[in-house]
């Protein structure tokens, strides 16, 4: 075993322990697979504990990620059309750029930091909290692949 490992399962616990939560090995696994800049939905999580655990069900899983995003360690993003996907970036009202061909998510700072960012036209008497941007595009893989004008590829059915 790597000495990096055995640190990152240190912190895992200590993490666990800070917002009271057991320390379990599908919990520190489920904390493991999750990097620092991935965004996975709830089926690659499970796929990825299995490999490290062996058998862990999808259930358990899911009980594990509502768990972590109730004690605000994981932070839920929602896409049109596709499932939930978790992330450790959480705290920090970031946004997402997100490929419509590939799928592919990535962080993108908030420009101002601090949620709501945006200020509707008219808030209609409301008390807006905050606002939630997604900037759809194609990312730079599926541009090249698309030609020189930049033309995603539409999306390969399933
Ligand atoms: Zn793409
Ligand atoms: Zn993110």
Redesign the pocket.
């Known amino acids: 075993m790597v000495a990096g490992v055995v640190d990152r399962d240190e912190v895992s616990r200590a993490l666990l322990r800070s917002v009271g939560l057991r320390v379990t090995a599908p919990r520190l696994a489920v904390l493991h697979v999750l990097q620092p ?1 991935g ?1 996975l939905d709830a089926d690659e999580v499970a796929r990825s504990v299995r490999k490290r655990l062996g058998t862990v069900s999808t259930q358990a899983v899911y009980d594990i990620l509502h768990a972590f995003t109730a004690a605000g360690l994981l ?1 839920r ?1 929602e896409l049109p059309g596709s499932p939930a ?1 978790y ?1 450790r ?1 959480v705290g920090d009202n ?3 750029l997100v490929c419509r061909s590939c799928g592919d ?4 700072d908030c420009a101002i930091g601090e949620a709501p960012c945006l200020t509707p036209s008219d808030a209609a008497g409301f008390a807006v909290d905050e606002a939630e941007v997604i900037f759809w595009g194609s990312c730079p893989g599926c541009r090249a692949a698309g030609g020189p004008d930049g033309a995603p590829t539409p999306p390969t059915a399933t």
């Not at 998510?105 to 993108?108: S, Y």
Request: aromatic share 0%.
């Open positions: 800049d965004h932070r993003v996907r992330e970036r970031h946004h997402h998510i990535i962080d993108v």
